[in-house]
């Protein structure tokens, strides 16, 4: 979508630090970290959210879930811990309307998530 702006860095148009890509997804750093780590995975076809999802997208689901677990590992989280989160909505605090999974690390988290 030409006003989507994670469309934007999927399609190289706008700037990101990319830690990772493959055919179906992109991984980059989040623009304002609310961790020492915070990288956003994202599928390169558009989806709003994940409410917009359905058992017929469990292939590109599996594979932002999977680059993420990579990607935390490449990051020397695997030991440590992390966080994957998925925002929907409003009430769900979901800002960017492009489906992505946070991966978040490098320090202790709390619960409940604000
Ligand atoms: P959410 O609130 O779950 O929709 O998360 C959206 C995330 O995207 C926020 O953590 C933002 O800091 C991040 N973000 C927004 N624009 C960019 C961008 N251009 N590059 C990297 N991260 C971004």
Not at 21 to 44: G, S
Not at 55 to 68: E, I, N, Q, Y
Not at 82 to 103: E, F, P
Request: with cysteine; hydrophobic share 40%.
């Amino acid at each position: 979508m030409a006003d989507c702006v994670f469309c934007g860095i999927a399609e190289g148009r706008i700037p990101a630090t990319t830690v990772r890509q493959d055919r179906d997804t992109v991984a980059f750093r989040d623009l304002n970290p609310q961790a020492p780590t915070h990288i956003l995975v994202i599928p390169r076809r558009h989806i709003a959210s994940v409410a917009d999802t359905d058992r017929s997208d469990t292939g590109v689901l599996g594979a932002v879930l999977a680059v993420a677990v990579e990607v935390a590992a490449a990051e020397g989280l695997d030991q440590s811990g992390y966080r994957l989160v998925i925002n929907h909505g409003a009430d769900g605090g979901q800002s960017v309307g492009h489906l992505h999974v946070h991966l978040l690390g490098g320090r202790p988290m709390t619960w409940p998530p604000g």
